[in-house]
């Protein structure tokens, strides 16, 4: 059942196997068993794919139950003890990972020298479906303004601080800071871009934001590194949407501006399972985060 899981989140037997660290050929004879087992067809071709059939996503349902039980039972058991252990994996975009995440694993260094703590810098666009897989414990994620995409189903998600967004010139490109910001925006129709790629919340953000004014950027660079979108600018080859924890507290380097109303500020949270909710572990990072977030730039 673990394995059936594991196929509808992971889409094939090949994910599954790597993931695992199985035989392709045995995740599918273990799902031949459970099939005979059940008696009735599990999966159904879909060309090369497999998809699963109604019963199968029935177990499925069950397994989740099943799986966040047990991991709030070891959230009690971890609770009832007095020294924390194990280890804690967190996956994080770049400027949580570059900002906040040193900060927090200083704080929970400090207080709990035992726990073992892996981070990932990954965007939450392939860290939230890698939680749910139980790849990690915790995720950091961003969510941009008129974002419509739902929430992955069985994930708590806690807010942790918005964050700025401004629109970030060359600085040889001189505009006028009295003009409203959708002109200011409007003016730059033909000027190269810097963003994110295609299929992120972040591009579909900007690009949204663009043709609000009028337009359709000209993106020439595309990264998901800000701070290479952040020399892109300073050399003068684009201009860009930066968020306020590029600069971590110190001065900005390039001339910024402010956004249309709407579209000014990105939620910053944090993800986990709810079986793993009130895992102590969990609670200590949620906590250092948060602190981490509050302090002065080091």
Known sequence: MRLLRELKHRGTLAAVATALSYAPSSVSQQLSQL???????LLERVGRRVRLTE????LVAHTEAVLERLERAESEISSSLTDLTGTLRIASF???ALTLVPTALGLLRDQHPHLR?????M?????LPALQTRDFDLV?????????????????????LTDALRLALPPTLELPCTEPPLTVLRSLADHPWVMEPEGTAARHWATTLCRKAGFEPDVRFETTDLLLHLRLVEQNHA??????????GHPPTVPLHPL?????????????????????AIHSCRTALTRAATLPPT
């Open 35 to 41: 099939e005979a087992e059940v008696g009735v067809p």
């Open 94 to 96: 770049q400027t949580a």
């Open 260 to 280: 249309p109303h709407g579209h000014r500020t990105r939620r910053v949270s944090t993800a986990t399972r709810h079986g793993r909710t009130h895992h102590p």
């Open 140 to 160: 950091l994620a961003e969510e941009y303004p008129g974002s419509h995409n739902p929430r992955p189903a069985g994930l708590q998600q806690q807010d942790l």
């Open 123 to 127: 965007e939450p666009e392939r860290a």
């Open 239 to 248: 201009a860009a949407f930066l968020p306020d924890l590029v600069w971590n």
């Open 55 to 58: 019963q199968a996503e029935i």
């Open 117 to 121: 703590v892996h981070v990932t810098q």
